[in-house]
């Protein structure tokens, strides 16, 4: 593949339109366990669309992760920091991937249907079993938190190369040019 310098802008795109959703889909799930006010059903409501589509959106995203050119990392970058950074990016992956699939078997476990609206309702994926669902339930809430504290280092070490190191890393998934 040809060396480039900024990811593909379809990569671009997922990763910020990801970014956006999966923050959102963090704080809906917060609130949503915290409430049993009126808007719980409203969270829900919103929760299960915007995970599967997390999913298709991890699954069209790795696609172009493989079938397009990424930039590499700049050779001023420390072998040990380089070895972290790809291990944080499969770790992402790998709970981006895991997490709507937890929840939809934590779901089929309890026995609720997973509807996305307009009366589409996805398979169960796991049978009923409240054994399954008393695993599932912590697991779902323990991935969440892993998650967002690996996407909080994978901010911080982005606003360390935007604002600090200004080695083009930031730049190449922005998709400004560096300064």
Do not use: C, E
Not at 15 to 21: R, S, V
Not at 56 to 66: A, D, G, H, M, S
Not at 98 to 122: E, R
């Amino acid at each position: 593949m040809k060396q480039v310098t900024y990811f593909h802008p379809a990569l671009r795109l997922v990763h910020w339109l990801m970014a956006l959703a999966i923050m959102t889909m963090l704080f809906i799930g917060v609130a949503m366990v915290s409430t049993v006010s009126s808007l719980h059903g409203l969270l829900v409501a919103i929760h299960k669309p915007l995970g599967l589509m997390i999913f298709v959106l991890v699954v069209v995203r790795l696609w172009l992760r493989f079938y397009t050119a990424i930039p590499p990392l700049p050779g001023s970058i420390p072998a040990w920091q380089r070895a972290l950074a790809h291990l944080s990016h499969w770790a992402l992956y790998a709970m981006m991937l895991a997490q709507p699939l937890i929840g939809w078997a934590m779901l089929s476990a309890a026995g609720y249907p997973v509807t996305l609206g307009g009366g589409f309702v996805l398979p169960s994926i796991v049978p009923v079993n409240n054994d399954w669902y008393a695993l599932l339930r912590p697991l779902h809430s323990i991935v969440a938190l892993l998650l967002f504290l690996t996407i909080m280092a994978h901010l911080a070490a982005a606003l360390l190369h935007a604002l600090v190191l200004r080695d083009g890393v930031f730049n190449s998934m922005a998709g400004t040019r560096k300064r």
